[in-house]
């Protein structure tokens, strides 16, 4: 799912980049990024932060809070009259984020518990040896 989300939001990030005329090799030139990493933005290969939309905003002269309500719109129409639309994925985004969230954290104290048996088999058998 946060796959979908990245590709969304890469997607929409083409659009208006496309819609103000700038190259990608533009994009990441004004934003201090090769092209092929400004590509994998685009792509949705990459995760962006809070700093980097914030960047990408400037570059495409709006603010922040204009860029995240087209990155959230249920529709957007570029000046050549091209229609894209959003899944709706941004809405239960969240949800699944939250979701997904608990089941990390899960699967963290699995591990957790796993690595502490694992180190006390170590300690075990270490004190065989040495015995």
Do not use: P, W
Request: proline share 0%; charged share 30%; glycine share 6%.
């Amino acid at each position: 799912m946060e796959t979908d989300l990245k590709k969304i939001v890469g997607h929409r990030l083409q659009m208006l980049r496309m819609e103000k005329n700038l190259t990608q090799e533009q994009m990441g030139e004004k934003l201090n990024l090769s092209t092929s990493a400004y590509c994998k933005i685009e792509y949705g290969e990459t995760d962006l932060t809070l700093t980097r939309l914030n960047k990408i905003a400037e570059v495409l002269n709006m603010s922040a809070l204009e860029l995240f309500n087209k990155i959230d719109g249920n529709v957007y129409v570029n000046n050549t009259g091209t229609i894209g639309t959003n899944i709706g994925v941004a809405k239960d985004c969240s949800t699944v984020r939250i979701e997904a969230a608990e089941d990390l954290r899960e699967l963290i104290k699995a591990n957790s518990r796993f690595i502490e048996i694992l180190c006390k088999r170590i300690e075990l058998l270490e004190n065989k040896v040495l015995v």
